[in-house]
């Protein structure tokens, strides 16, 4: 099984909302990712978690809150979002690092009103 | 600076052409190399990767890429498109612990 499930697939929040991004993979790996992807752009790496602890964090802001319950899942907790936050939120995982391949989920695409 | 380039924002070609995407980097040292496919509102698949070893890297979906240190690249091949491989392609490279992107390339083939 090398499949990354993201939910919700859509999203649309005010301003504000608070709401949650949920990542979960089965693989066994120890590093997980948020990206934030606009339209037309490449993903922008947001925060790395490897081995349950936030080990890279972009300079997101706070109104963006990642947890890490356990080695499957990852959250995106969201709170007083602006309109340019809408974008194509996706999670990855790896089995250890960046430099080993990232499995990448669907996506959410987040609109915020 | 450390940077991956891929020169072409744009590309179409024909349904049943050859196809090269191309890819550039500029590091210092042999970097990991990976190949990207992102179909519309999708998530990203791995094409293909090259860490060390034979510099031409057969991926799946029919696509290959070769690997030229000389050149610092990495383009990604296809001998004959089909119409599902139109789609958003991203090269992206490893060093250092970094893993940067590549702007895109997206692909548009003709019937």
């Known amino acids: 099984d090398t499949e990354v499930t993201q939910t919700p697939k859509h999203l649309v929040m005010g301003m504000t909302n608070k709401k949650s991004l949920k990542c979960e993979q089965h693989m066994g790996h120890r590093a997980m990712y948020w990206y934030k992807q606009k339209a037309k752009k490449p993903p922008e790496l947001m925060f790395v978690y490897s081995y349950e602890k936030l080990s890279i964090n972009e300079s997101v802001p706070s109104r963006f809150s990642p947890e890490c319950p356990n080695s499957s899942l990852l959250n995106l907790h969201l709170h007083a979002l602006q309109p340019e936050d809408s974008a194509l939120y996706l999670c990855?995982?790896?089995?250890?690092?960046?430099?080993?391949?990232?499995?990448f989920g669907p996506g959410t695409r987040l609109t915020v009103l | 600076a450390q940077s991956v380039t891929q020169p072409d924002i744009h590309i179409t070609v024909s349904e049943g052409a050859s196809l090269e995407l191309r890819c550039n980097y500029s590091?210092?040292?042999?970097?990991?190399l990976f190949w990207y496919v992102q179909s519309p509102g999708q998530g990203l698949q791995l094409l293909l990767k090259y860490f060390s070893g034979d510099t031409l890297v057969q991926g799946i979906k029919g696509f290959e890429a070769e690997f030229k240190r000389s050149q610092s690249s990495f383009n990604l091949r296809k001998p004959s498109v089909h119409w599902s491989d139109a789609a958003e392609y991203f090269c992206?490279?490893?060093?250092?612990?970094?893993?940067?992107f590549g702007t895109g390339t997206r692909l548009k083939v003709l019937a």
């Open positions: 992206a490279v490893g060093v250092n612990r970094q893993y940067i």
């Open positions: 590091y210092g040292a042999t970097p990991y």
């Open positions: 990855a995982s790896s089995l250890k690092d960046r430099l080993d391949t990232q499995y």
